[in-house]
T-cell receptor
Framework: NAGVTQTPKFRVLKTGQSMTLLCAQDMNHEYMYWYRQDPGMGLRLIHYSVGEGTTAKGEVPDGYNVSRLKKQNFLLGLESAAPSQTSVYFC?????????????????FGDGTRLSIL | AQRVTQPEKLLSVFKGAPVELKCNYSYSGSPELFWYVQYSRQRLQLLLRHISRESIKGFTADLNKGETSFHLKKPFAQEEDSAMYYC???????????FGKGTLLTVNP
């Protein structure tokens, strides 16, 4: 199993351009998440999804949109990129199973996408 | 609201010395706590979760509900332990993870 795969690994954009980051997982996980990682800020949740066709806002959703048309894929879109969105983006997935206390199921992370906005 | 505090941004120790990475949390319910590790330019990997009460790579962490802490400890640090360590809390109906800002551990030879 590949686990969580993110594409692309690197990208440089100009301000105002748009792009989509793809996250794919082959573990049949229900929950998927997009984070951004910035120096001194840790990981901050952008958007998440609890199942196919559903999405929800996280801590820092502005400027981003997401879609979960298929269970295994979670797409993060930047409609009009801004320099403040220069960051490393991580996708993660998590199993729903585990009984009443499944919150202890860990999240599995991808390798990250390094995005620079000029 | 969930909150995780890692008071030290940087921690530097010598090889063979004990190391403790601090983590304090704020959560009104019963928390699930994790430690994740990120080696240079790699993905985050799960190191420990409190529910398992396990020791991984010599690291242990005990949940202290009275002090609302989940400190990560290792008696003898190794150079290969140098990495960024994140404490994370899971709680609530949406099972989001709330991360601390991370502690960069450097183990010097």
């Amino acid at each position: 199993n590949a686990g969580v795969t993110q594409t692309p690994k690197f990208r440089v954009l100009k301000t105002g351009q748009s792009m989509t980051l793809l996250c794919a997982q082959d573990m049949n996980h229900e929950y998927m998440y997009w984070y951004r990682q910035d120096p001194g800020m840790g990981l901050r949740l952008i958007h998440y999804s609890v199942g196919e066709g559903t999405t929800a806002k996280g801590e820092v959703p502005d400027g981003y949109n997401v879609s979960r048309l298929k269970k295994q894929n979670f797409l993060l879109g930047l409609e009009s990129a801004a320099p403040s969105q220069t960051s490393v983006y991580f996708c993660a997935s998590r199993s729903l199973t585990g009984g009443a206390s499944f919150s202890n199921q860990p999240q599995h992370f991808g390798d990250g996408t390094r995005l620079s906005i000029l | 609201a969930q909150r995780v505090t890692q008071p030290e941004k940087l921690l530097s120790v010598f090889k063979g010395a004990p190391v403790e990475l601090k983590c304090n949390y704020s959560y009104s319910g019963s928390p699930e706590l994790f430690w994740y590790v990120q080696y240079s330019r790699q993905r985050l990997q799960l190191l420990l979760r409190h529910i398992s009460r396990e020791s991984i790579k010599g690291f242990t962490a005990d949940l202290n509900k009275g002090e609302t802490s989940f400190h990560l400890k290792k008696p003898f640090a190794q150079e290969e332990d140098s990495a960024m360590y994140y404490c994370a809390l899971s709680g609530g109906s949406n099972y989001k993870l709330t991360f601390g800002k991370g502690t960069l551990l450097t183990v010097n030879p």
